[in-house]
């Protein structure tokens, strides 16, 4: 009898000890958006901006110094984060271009090269990036989408 009680209190106490690490483990929303401000500070300063997907299970953060003379086209930073997997998905930068979310799980980044003029889009390139399953596809010119 007095062994059946142990191994109850024994069982009881592993099953506690599991729910209990198992519910530490998750981290409220709040929690996960300090973490996201943290690799946002980390990675370009007080200077970023964030942008969340149509669900908001990614967020694209976005980070730019300002220009000057010395440095006219600084470079624009950015990454996308898993907000549930916690995880850095891509990270890129280039010195002309734009950022955005496509749909909610497309990014198109567009990169330019030099000045271009209404007629000529043969100075832009970039990519389709596709976050949930990591593949990356050629941007199409303008005049062939």
Sequence with gaps: MRDDMLKKS???????????????????????????????????????ETFYNSDSTY?????????T???PN??????????KGEVIVIEDGFSSGRVF???????????????????DDDNISGYIYDVSSGTRSALKPASQR
């Excluded at 024994?10 to 300090?34: D, N, P, R, W, Y």
């Excluded at 967020?59 to 220009?67: C, E, H, R, Y």
């Excluded at 600084?74 to 907000?83: A, E, G, H």
């Design 59 to 67: 967020a694209l953060i976005v980070g730019q110094s300002k220009s």
């Design 10 to 48: 024994f069982v009881s106490l592993i099953m506690i000890i599991l729910l209990t690490g198992c519910a530490a483990s998750q981290k409220t929303s709040a929690e996960k958006e300090v973490i996201l401000k943290k690799f946002s500070a980390d990675r370009f300063g007080a200077s970023s």
């Design 74 to 83: 600084p470079v624009l930073r950015f990454f996308v984060y898993d907000i």
């Design 101 to 119: 979310w496509k749909d909610k799980s497309h990014i198109e980044v567009t990169v330019t090269h030099g000045i271009v003029s209404a007629e």
């Design 69 to 71: 003379s010395l440095n």
